[in-house]
């Protein structure tokens, strides 16, 4: 019989805590153990000694050691509830940082499997926003009195005098031949569904050829149809077509003509009103121009000169940018614009079904297609695990760290 339970017992048995069964059964016990004999025999000599030994006072400030170093002790708490919180959470953690990962891989992991697709589409032309070129009424006066100095008596004559020489906007309207005309912006939009794509190209840019026009941009995607059984790939292209404004009516039924016509539309925007105010704006302009350059032969001061200077460089760059809205709008008056789409289709009437090929060959075909699919599929799963390495990697370090630690100070 074990002697662990009886040693335990010793002390109880010489402070005579035992009941009169544990008394008697630990008695018995003695009698037949020599190891707990001898166990008896050394506590009782040692409880002998206590008795007999005097008690020590304690030394100065115990009380206040002893509570010092338990405050100590008590401090470490809230790192003992961190640990105990990851403890008890410890899935809960794991499967958080799971979803963060899937999270930040899911995107770039769609794309590379094809999931998401992008199709570029051709720029056109457009005009400028009208709001921003339209500015109020050319200033009347230039406020000389303003930046100038007023005991310059013949520089602000000068500058009067320049305001003087201004022509009135009805008057340059008159005199300008050129803005009697409108100003017309054509637009067309044409979808066309045609047999053979190659040769719609070659007669558009005949046709383009032998009206001057050219076609500004172009894409062409691929895709697929099932005719007869079988995918066959077709071309569909988009055309930014540019032709001149006189041409264009000839132009546009000659494309009607290429194929059968899905969606057509025809819009033209009147610029004639933007496009004589920003002209006689920009001859304002020009006037105050060379009225500024005749008061800057006559400035004697230096801070005249740089006034006027400042006062030419804005006037000449306001000017630059009417004069590039005017020369935007004579472009798009000049050759107008034709958005061309052309989808190449087969005619199913013309294609001859086969009565039966029979279902190995069906089966055959279909397992073909679909272990290309698969390989696809592997390969695009494969390029997105390699690019999501440098993402990954860092994660799983972390995951590691963080488990060794928790791991560390559960054994601890």
Known sequence: ??????????????????????????????????????????????????????????????????????????????????????????????????CLILFVSAPALLDNLGVSNSYDQAKSEEAPQYGNMVGGAVENSIESSEVLDGNNAEFKKSALLADTEKPALGEQRDSTTDLQARKLVKRGNISLVVTDYDEISQKIEVLLGGANGYIENSNVSVYQRNVANRSIDYRQGNMTLRVPSDQFKTVYQALLQLGEVAYQEQTSEDLTNIYRDTYNEVKNLEVREQALRRIMEKADQ???????????????????????NLQQWDRLVDMATIHLNVAEQ????????????????????????????????????FVGFVGLLPIVIPVIVIIIIALVVIKYRRKK
């Open 302 to 324: 230096i801070k005249d000169i740089i006034a006027v200077e400042n006062e030419l460089s804005r006037v000449r760059g306001e000017i630059n940018r009417l004069t590039g």
């Open 346 to 381: 087969t005619d199913d009437s013309q294609v001859v079904q086969p009565i039966d090929e029979g279902i190995l060959g069906r089966a055959q075909r279909a397992f073909v297609t679909s272990m290309n699919k698969l390989i696809r599929v592997l390969e695009n799963a």
């Open 1 to 98: 019989m074990s002697c662990q339970k009886y040693n335990d017992n010793i002390f109880a048995y010489l402070n005579d805590e035992l009941n009169q069964a544990e008394r008697q059964d630990f008695e018995n016990h003695l009698e037949t153990c020599s190891n707990c004999q001898s166990e008896l025999q050394v506590e009782t000599a040692i409880t002998a000694q206590l008795k007999d030994s005097a008690l020590q006072n304690l030394p100065d400030g115990y009380s206040a050691e002893l509570s010092a170093r338990l405050a100590q002790q008590k401090k470490p708490a809230k790192n003992n509830k961190i640990i105990a919180f990851s403890r008890r959470y410890q899935k809960w953690i794991i499967a958080a940082a799971a």
